[in-house]
């Protein structure tokens, strides 16, 4: 399936099959969010969908997928009304990046609740931070890209606070990175260039521990969309 989102008056979640036979018409569409949809991703087997909206909007919601998504169920929400560059569902964790921003957001099955569960992580030396970019490292780990072009990681499993480690620099330039499991490479990029590491490198580092972090240069009001 594919989903894409509108920005404007009464947006739209717009949901697509990829079915070889598929026709170019939606097969489900979503009225929730105001003002636009900032981002969404799939769960992991594809049977949910997480929807945030824009900042105005600041609901962060999950739905459930039925009959090949033809069908559609509310399954839980929460507000979100943080400066979001991206989301990404690893698990039964979603995690939500941005401006001094870090949380982690899960279903609360074990009260049977519609409100989704948020945890924030722990910035610490990171506070001043602009995160840009997130992607599955492992199981347990994601690995976070700040506007500064620090690489750092986190624990989604930790059962007591979440704290982001700083494993890495790269250039400041570095506005995306994408991890290839299967050649155990990290391809970052910028909006001229590319390159790699392998992730032997990445968790050797390359940092001096005693280096200060450098705040971002962004403000809330003053937000400049990095180019992809």
């Known amino acids: ?14 949901l697509y099959s990829l079915a070889p036979d598929s026709s170019c018409r939606p097969i489900a569409i979503i009225h929730e969010h105001q003002f636009g949809i900032n981002s969404l991703c799939f769960s992991p ?29 509310f399954a839980g929400s929460n507000k979100c009304s943080s400066i979001v ?6 698990e039964d964790h979603i995690v939500t990046v941005g401006l001094r921003h870090i949380k982690i957001w899960k279903e609360d099955f074990a009260h049977k609740s519609t409100i989704l569960r948020g945890r924030s ?21 994601l690995l976070v890209l700040s506007d500064q072009g620090d690489l750092a990681v ?3 499993n930790e059962e007591d606070s979440v704290v982001l480690k700083k494993i890495y620099q790269v250039s400041n330039k570095t506005n995306q990175f994408l991890i290839n499991i299967a ?29 200060r972090i450098r705040p971002t240069h962004c403000s809330p009001t003053k937000m400049i969309k990095r180019t992809d």
Not at 85 to 90: E, G, T, Y
Not at 134 to 141: A, K, R
Request: with cysteine; hydrophobic share 45%.
């Open 85 to 90: 560059n991206k989301m990404i569902w690893h």
């Open 121 to 141: 992580v722990l910035l610490r030396s990171f506070l001043n931070s602009n995160f840009i970019d997130v992607n599955i490292l492992n199981e347990e780990e």
């Open 154 to 156: 986190l624990n989604v």
């Open 45 to 73: 087997d594809s049977k949910k969908l997480c929807s945030l909206g824009l900042i105005n909007d600041g609901f962060l919601i999950i739905w459930r997928l039925h009959n090949a998504g033809r069908k559609i169920g």
């Open 183 to 211: 050649t155990e490479d990290l391809v970052l990029a910028s909006t001229k260039s590319m390159f790699t590491l392998t992730i032997d490198q990445l968790i050797d580092g390359n940092i001096n521990m005693n280096e």
């Open 1 to 14: 399936m594919l989903a894409v989102g509108e920005v404007g008056y009464q947006p739209r979640i717009l």
